[in-house]
Nanobody, 121 residues
Framework: QVQLVESGGGLVQAGGSLRLSCAAS????????MGWYRQAPGKQRELVAT???????NYAEYVKGRFTISRDNAKNTVYLQMNSLKPEDTGTYYC???????????????WGQGTQVTVSS
């Protein structure tokens, strides 16, 4: 019914940059907050950044000053610009959207399938 598809992951050297995209499609009525999370091997999924419909942002301390989250409401798409990447940024990056579907009433969280980011030292 609703799909979130991430793209833009890959292999990059430390100090490099990547830009992730996540596009939501399907029977969407409204998308509220969107965000990026990441999961390293053997670790729990953790918050990277979130953004509201109005553009208010929130970042994890370890990415402040290096990552920038943005969104295009007309395209139901959220982006994550990642600069000055470090090996510890390696992991699978997932996007999440809080949304309601057409004909539905309750908001729920929809997740993408993830995109791999690998930063070599």
């Amino acid at each position: 019914q609703v799909q979130l598809v991430e793209s833009g992951g890959g292999l990059v050297q430390a100090g490099g940059s990547l830009r992730l995209s996540c596009a939501a499609s399907g029977s969407i009525n409204m998308i509220n907050a969107m965000g990026w999370y990441r999961q390293a091997p053997g670790k729990q999924r953790e918050l990277v950044a979130t953004i509201t419909t109005g553009g208010s942002t929130n970042y994890a301390e370890y990415v402040k000053g290096r990552f920038t989250i943005s969104r295009d409401n007309a395209k139901n798409t959220v982006y994550l610009q990642m600069n000055s990447l470090k090996p510890e940024d390696t992991g699978t990056y997932y996007c999440k959207a809080g949304l309601t579907v057409l004909g539905g009433r309750a908001e729920y969280d929809s997740w993408g399938q993830g995109t791999q980011v690998t930063v070599s030292s």
